[in-house]
């Protein structure tokens, strides 16, 4: 890509780039923010759309999550 300062070219470049990637790909993977045990769900949550599209897209979806993500239930 040409330099440039232009922030919605800068963004644009890779975007382009890689969602070829995002819709080739067989396996996706996101990170948990949190775990609740008394539900068995896994709670993700993400502020831009890669984490949708690596969770929505693939045909084999993986959670990645520490022991420290476990918590008792969904309620604060």
């Known amino acids: 890509?040409?330099?440039s300062e232009d922030p919605a070219?800068?963004?644009a470049f890779p975007?382009?780039?890689l969602r070829r990637d995002f819709l080739?790909?067989?396996m996706g993977f996101v990170g948990v923010n949190a775990a609740p045990a008394a539900t068995g769900?896994?709670?993700t949550v993400t502020n831009e759309g890669n984490g949708r599209l690596c969770s929505a897209l693939p045909r084999v979806p993986v959670?990645?999550?520490g022991i420290g993500k476990?918590?008792?239930s969904p309620d604060p």
């Open 63 to 65: 959670a990645l999550a």
């Open 9 to 11: 070219a800068i963004v």
């Open 15 to 17: 975007r382009g780039h």
């Open 41 to 43: 769900d896994l709670l």
């Open 70 to 72: 476990a918590v008792a």
């Open 1 to 3: 890509m040409p330099r």
């Open 24 to 26: 080739a790909a067989d």
